[in-house]
């Protein structure tokens, strides 16, 4: 078997690759559940290869004797359907929004998101906002993925379950081009009755309406409130307004990958399909009441994600969001479910960590570069939410003891 063959020419080593487009932030949760999982392996050994187009090396690590393949390339890519298509190759565990076709070898498992939970998840969410309108925007192209069918369907048979009905925007086809796609897409979102709610298939997407309904001068979230997959932070956060996101659980994805390509290494069959579900909903501006409890929340959440190395104070947020500091906190509960204060210590705490994983800042500095006065009392905040001193985490960090 080909890990057996491994483990023989690499002294028991077990050697996997990595291969993801890492221009996706998912790509780096699918890498962060696959290191967990090995990190108890200390017979592993990790190799990270990142492909893109024109990249002529991620053929590189199979051809010097891999032992497993754990591949966040689309099951269609070409790329992926070369790991997969061969019998004599090492087993691969593909993470995915389809599975792979009927070419894969049976040394293969694929771990596919629940597009069926994410339609559910979006039309639930749309309906706690009292819409009784909404709608769905579906990939540009045609015919569509499996995984946007099943998004699209499950979206609109939750709300017929409510009684609701979803108008439905399906491009007739790809070949028409981009300019021809946005004319009559805004076309459409005009004719929508407002306010409505509308689930668009994948963050890339959602991009494409938020850009679609300023054209047609459609307020977003007065108008109709949007709701993507994927949570991509380049997109989620840099978009106008910005994007609430539906996030699969791509960390517990890449761990499930890591341990099914381990057992296929030892001798196990492959051939399985299984889905990975939802962590979270990212709400953010695009489905947000601006004036309600809501809005409030998520703008303070925003402030304080922009200023985590300053000095924050409540009664500052609360000023520029013209509202009292008691009606700020109280929004700021109901909507998140914690404190504003520990969200605040939580950024702070969550800046510090990214300092310390880094060389160029001492223990010293960080009490300072995240807004905190006193370097005693961020030692304090920082053990009580990690568990662990600076030092501590800094040497874990950097894989000490």
């Not at 579906?138 to 499996?146: E, H, I, K, L």
């Amino acid at each position: 078997m080909a890990g057996k063959q491994g483990k023989r020419r690499h002294g028991g080593v077990r050697h996997i690759l990595f291969v993801a487009d890492f221009a996706y932030a998912s790509s780096s949760l699918i890498l962060a559940g696959v290191e967990s999982r090995l990190a108890s392996c200390p017979d592993v050994a990790l190799l990270i290869r990142g492909a893109h187009p024109g990249d002529a090396d991620w053929e590189y690590g199979v051809e010097c004797g891999i032992d497993g393949v754990i591949s966040c390339l689309g099951a269609g890519d070409p790329r992926a359907q070369w790991f997969v298509a061969g019998r004599r190759g090492p087993p691969v565990a593909l993470v995915s929004a389809n599975k792979a076709g009927k070419a894969a070898k049976r040394r293969t498992v694929c771990f596919i998101s629940d597009a069926a939970a994410i339609g559910r998840a979006a039309a639930e969410l749309l309906m706690r906002h009292d819409l009784t309108e909404f709608g769905f925007v579906g990939a540009r192209y045609t015919p569509p993925y499996s995984w946007d069918v099943a998004r699209r369907d499950a979206f609109v048979g939750t709300l017929a379950e409510r009684g609701f009905q979803a108008r439905v925007y399906q491009p007739a086809s790809a070949s028409a081009g981009a300019a021809a796609d946005a004319d009559a897409l805004a076309e459409w979102l005009k004719s929508l009755p407002k306010p409505c709610g509308l689930f668009v298939s994948y963050d890339v997407r959602a991009m494409n309406v938020l850009s679609a309904c300023r054209s047609a001068r459609i307020s977003v979230p007065e108008q109709i409130q949007v709701v993507g997959v994927d949570n991509e932070p380049w997109i989620c956060e840099k978009t106008s307004p910005t994007l609430t996101s539906i996030e699969p659980d791509f960390e517990g994805a890449g761990s499930r990958a890591a341990e099914a390509i381990l057992a296929m290494i030892d001798g196990a069959k492959g051939g399985a399909a299984e889905t990975f579900g939802i962590r979270r909903v990212v709400q953010r501006m695009s489905t947000t009441d601006v004036h309600g409890d809501a809005g409030r929340a998520v703008r303070a959440r925003d402030y304080i994600a922009a200023h985590a190395d300053e000095r924050i104070a409540v009664t500052e947020i609360a000023r520029r969001l013209n509202c009292s500091k008691r009606t700020l906190q109280k929004s700021y509960a109901k909507v998140f479910g914690i404190r504003l204060t520990d969200e605040i210590a939580a950024a702070k705490v969550a800046k510090a960590k990214k300092l310390l994983s880094g060389k160029d800042t001492t223990i010293d500095e960080i009490p300072e570069l995240v807004g905190f006065e006193s370097p005693n009392h961020f030692k304090r905040v920082f053990k009580a939410r990690t568990g662990m001193t600076m030092s501590q985490f800094r040497r874990r960090a950097k894989g000490g003891a």
